[in-house]
Nanobody, 115 residues
């Protein structure tokens, strides 16, 4: 079972910043398109941002200009830098790795934006 391990969630005030991390096994990370999804209470899981091994990153309209996705091959880790956070960003954030023959998820990390 492939394990993706998220970290970095927490409670932050509106306008604040957080950085999420997702560590993956080398065998997966070097081949996968890596994504961040989120799911708020009572809502469907949605794609926040994606970064392929090569190519262009993608962002949900709601986070474009505020969030930045990146990946570090030396550390087998993906990041999501979240700035100017809003209460509507409150959700459980999930790391996802997609490749030929696999579609793997982490267990999620809670992000709460509240005064």
């Amino acid at each position: 079972q492939v394990q993706l391990v998220e970290s970095g969630g927490g409670l932050v005030q509106p306008g604040g910043s957080l950085r999420l991390s997702c560590a993956a096994p080398t065998s997966i990370f070097n081949r996968a398109t890596m994504n961040w999804f989120r799911q708020a209470p009572g809502k469907q899981r949605e794609l926040v941002a994606g970064i392929p091994r090569y190519g262009t990153t993608t962002y949900a309209v709601s986070v474009k200009g505020r969030f930045t996705i990146s990946r570090d091959s030396a550390k087998n880790t993906m990041y999501l830098q979240m700035n100017s956070l809003k209460p509507e960003d409150t959700a459980v954030y999930y790391c996802n790795a997609v490749g030929v023959g696999y579609d793997t998820w982490g267990q999620g990390t809670q992000v709460t934006v509240s005064a």
